[in-house]
């Protein structure tokens, strides 16, 4: 219980009181949190326009979450666990959403663990990325490192073949072939196409990979 204090979480199941309102069930589940803050919490619902007397069922799904965002904030957690937040906020307050993570994480003594399949929240915020397939971790590390680690390149198919082993996963299109590759910080030929990945081309051509038996863990 005493790790549990300093961990905030924002999962989407519904675990509040469907006919408490949101200061009651504050309140209510506030007691578990020996640095609960109504104050705070008060302040987080003005500011995520939800009206405190409101019964909890009467929210709508993006409401709800941000109730549970501004709880998880209001009893001053060190650790923050967010399971696919952003996907029920709309464009305005997901803005707002980062802008409150990049204030909790400012002072370098708090983390947040974000699960998410929004590749521009990781590439937004993150420091660390870890990508999960079916239970299988295929990639760790912090993003510079990994995205140092990897290059897109687009070519002829022969060409990327020759690849070898540093052949991650390569995608035949109508105009030709790109592929994802391991870097090795050699040239490369100047008939290829070379790049750095961005989050989610690497997410994408990882899973492939996978998929097809050339695990590429970092």
């Known amino acids: 219980m005493e790790l549990q204090q300093d961990i905030g979480f924002v999962f ?5 009181d469907d006919w408490d309102s949101l200061i009651a069930n504050s309140r209510h589940y506030g007691k578990y949190y020996k640095n609960y803050d109504e104050t705070l919490l008060k302040e987080y619902l003005k500011r ?7 019964k909890y069922k009467k929210l709508s799904k993006g409401e709800k979450l941000k109730f549970t965002f501004a709880f998880a904030l209001a009893h001053h957690p060190k650790l923050l666990l967010l399971d696919e937040p952003g996907a029920n906020f709309d ?3 997901r803005e707002e ?4 993570l990049r204030e909790f994480t400012a002072d370098g003594t708090k983390s947040v663990i974000l699960s998410t399949h929004i590749t521009s929240d990781v590439d937004r915020f993150a420091d660390y990325l870890l990508l999960l397939k079916k ?20 070519g002829e198919r022969h060409a990327l073949r020759a690849f ?17 590759v391991k870097h090795d910080h ?3 030929d100047r008939a290829l196409k070379v790049w750095e990945p961005d989050t989610e081309e690497l997410m994408y051509y990882l899973a492939k990979g996978a ?8």
């Not at 989407?12 to 509040?16: I, N, P, S, T």
């Not at 326009?49 to 409101?54: E, N, T």
């Not at 998929?211 to 970092?218: K, S, V, W």
Request: with cysteine; net charge negative.
């Open 91 to 93: 464009q305005t307050f």
């Open 97 to 100: 959403f980062h802008h409150i």
């Open 186 to 188: 050699a040239e490369y």
């Open 135 to 154: 239970g299988r971790q295929l990639l760790y590390g912090d993003i510079e490192s990994v995205r140092d680690a990897y290059r897109m390149v687009a």
């Open 164 to 180: 070898g082993g540093r052949l991650v996963y390569m995608e035949e299109t109508p105009v030709g072939c790109s592929a994802l």
């Open 12 to 16: 989407h199941e519904e675990w509040f």
């Open 211 to 218: 998929e097809h038996g050339r695990g590429n863990q970092i």
């Open 48 to 54: 995520f326009r939800l009206d405190g007397k409101k």
